[in-house]
């Protein structure tokens, strides 16, 4: 009989990949989504599984719903992807963030708890919850230091996760990934920003783009990557935390650098802090300027990954690097216009 599984977040970037992973491996796909969601930039369509999946109105912080749907599906695993995932949003919806992000998550182990079947679940874990910590690289024993509302949300479902496994026995883990892009990442997430406002400009549909901090670092790998991930975690007996990352990182200004190169835009950099420019060589005007308004009230600074026991006991490593990342997000943007 085929396994079934359960993916809250269907819509979002991961749900789709994931989605598409685990059809690949012969699952039975149901997919939780919120009804009144806008779908114009359907994933699941554009990855052409539309019709492979069986979607169910969830509402993830109604216990009845909750209960109703794992106990209607009976699945053999839980993804648990829906979240506001937005940094920069939680810190003027705090309150909406931790709602969906933390309490949902207890309407989920409330009913795995008390399910005659065992379902193991995985938890979207991230990076975010290690904030600015002064450590050079991160593994599964460096100590939280969330820096946004979305960082504290995380941090308290982890040590759900974590307390229901030791506490309950129950089969559960969190991946704790760094960022992950891919041509279907969210607009507002700045790679996508990046990219998508590059393509304009080149295309002579924009003619400037606005930052924030371009100086952050980040650990960037591809989604597709990272769902298998998510997947071998729930292969292994023994449930248990790993950190998902490429173990390099780079700015914000190193990645425009990048996706310049890529599409062939000669520029420069002039000016300091908020004055600070790209110009477009070719046409000498400024196509990136800094805005405050892009800032975050506290950002991470740096944030890279050591993912040695994904390594050792997922035998799971990072396939796709940046300069490959950028590549496919610049060409479907690109064919995005035609
Ligand atoms: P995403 O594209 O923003 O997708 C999130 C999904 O959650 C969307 O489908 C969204 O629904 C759904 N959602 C949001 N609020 C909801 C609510 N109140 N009720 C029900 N569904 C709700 O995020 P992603 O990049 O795929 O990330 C997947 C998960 O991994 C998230 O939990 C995220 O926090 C975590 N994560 C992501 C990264 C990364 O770099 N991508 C790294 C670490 C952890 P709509 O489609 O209706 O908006
Ligand atoms: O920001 C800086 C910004 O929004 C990256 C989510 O998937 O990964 C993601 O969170 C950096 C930050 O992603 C702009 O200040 C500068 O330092 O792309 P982002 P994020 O905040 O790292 C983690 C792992 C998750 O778990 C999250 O769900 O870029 N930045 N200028 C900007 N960021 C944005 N969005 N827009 C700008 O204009």
């Known amino acids: 009989m085929k396994k079934k599984v359960l993916i809250t977040g269907i819509m979002g ?4 990949y994931l989605a598409k992973f685990l059809l690949s491996k012969k699952y039975k796909v149901y997919g939780a989504y919120r009804r009144n ?11 052409g599984i539309e019709d492979k999946i069986e979607l169910i109105d969830l509402e993830i912080n109604e216990f009845t719903s909750v209960n ?13 992807l829906a979240a506001m995932s937005f940094v920069a949003s939680s810190f003027d919806q705090p309150l909406y963030t931790i709602n969906t992000n ?49 960082g504290i ?13 030791k506490a309950y026995n129950l089969d559960c883990c969190s991946g704790i990934l760094f960022n992950h892009e891919s041509p279907l990442r969210g607009e507002e997430f700045v790679t996508k920003k990046i990219i998508r406002q590059l393509c304009e400009i080149l295309n002579n549909k924009r003619k400037i783009m606005y930052l924030g901090n371009i100086y952050a670092k980040r650990d960037w790998g591809f989604a597709p990557d990272y769902v298998e991930a998510m997947w071998k975690m729930l292969q292994i007996k023994n449930k248990d935390d790993f950190i998902i990352g490429t173990g390099k990182c780079y700015s914000i200004k190193e990645f425009i650098n990048k996706t310049c190169k890529y599409l062939k835009i000669n520029i420069k950099w002039t000016g300091k802090g908020i004055n600070e420019k790209c110009i477009n060589l070719n046409s000498n005007k400024a196509i990136i300027k800094i805005s405050k308004k892009f800032y975050r009230p506290l950002d991470v600074n740096h944030l890279k990954s050591n993912p040695l026991k994904a390594k050792k006991i997922l035998n799971w490593a990072a396939k796709t690097n940046l ?7 610049c060409d479907d943007q690109i064919s995005s216009f035609n």
Request: charged share 25%.
């Open 13 to 16: 970037q991961d749900g789709a």
């Open 37 to 47: 969601s806008n779908y114009e930039n359907n994933r699941l369509r554009r990855l």
């Open 68 to 80: 109703y749907v794992i106990n209607k599906i009976k699945p053999d695993e839980i993804y648990n």
């Open 102 to 150: 933390f309490f949902a998550l207890i309407n989920i182990l409330e009913v795995m708890k008390n399910s005659k079947k065992k379902i193991s679940l995985y938890q979207a874990s991230t990076s975010e919850m290690f904030g600015n910590s002064t450590k050079k690289s991160i593994n599964e024993n460096t100590n939280f230091d969330p820096a946004s509302p979305y």
């Open 153 to 165: 949300s995380k941090v308290g479902s982890h040590y759900l996760v974590r307390l229901y496994r």
């Open 323 to 329: 300069s490959a990342i950028i590549k496919k997000m």
